[in-house]
């Protein structure tokens, strides 16, 4: 009987598993997981160190950037990240995350925290990938989609009307610290 090796490049525990059942565990129920199967472990081993890009749902030769088939643009300039927040209620438990837009691979995660607001998370995702890049000395454009958050970042002020008396201590922490830094 011939076995597979497969590459779990996003998924819970991202990397070379030798059977499916424990491939299955790091994709199932996972946001857009990226996987595959190989022959060898040799091959699988090579893939996963030469990211999905070269794998996945590509034809050898073709473009890794999407295009748009109408214009004939990339609607998306690779490499970069992308940034969003969420937050149930308002106030209300906000997390936020920036991911590799080529990849889709998680790159930073910080939350949840209670007593927050969804426009303080777009601020701080926005200012926590802008370092990332200014530590990288990365030119890659960030995504986003809140213009409030772009608006704070340019003003280098997280203008909430958010309660100081019911906001997250810590989370007020970090936003005074961003303002200084944005």
């Known amino acids: 009987m011939k076995s597979k090796w497969y590459v779990v490049w996003n998924g819970v525990e991202p990397g070379v598993y030798g059977d499916w059942l424990t491939c299955k565990r790091q994709v199932d129920g996972f946001n857009r997981p990226q996987y595959k199967s190989f022959a060898t472990r040799e091959e699988a081993v090579e893939a996963y160190q030469a990211g999905p890009w070269d794998y996945i749902g590509k034809k050898v030769g073709a473009s890794r950037v999407p295009v748009d088939a109408a214009t004939g643009s990339s609607p998306i300039i690779y490499p970069s990240i992308a940034v969003d927040a969420a937050c149930s209620g308002n106030p209300g438990t906000m997390e936020y995350r920036g991911v590799d837009t080529a990849t889709g691979a998680e790159l930073f ?14 601020f701080l995702a926005l200012v ?46 970090l936003v005074e610290r961003q303002q200084i830094n944005a």
Request: proline letters at 8%; charged letters at 25%; one cysteine or more.
């Open 109 to 122: 995660r910080k939350g949840p925290f209670k007593n927050s607001t969804n426009n303080i998370g777009e």
């Open 128 to 173: 926590h990938g802008l370092a990332m890049l200014k530590q990288q000395n990365s030119p890659q454009p960030i995504y986003t989609d809140s213009i409030t958050a772009i608006s704070w970042v340019r003003q280098k002020k997280c203008k909430t009307k958010l309660d100081p008396r019911i906001a997250n201590p810590f989370v007020s922490e």
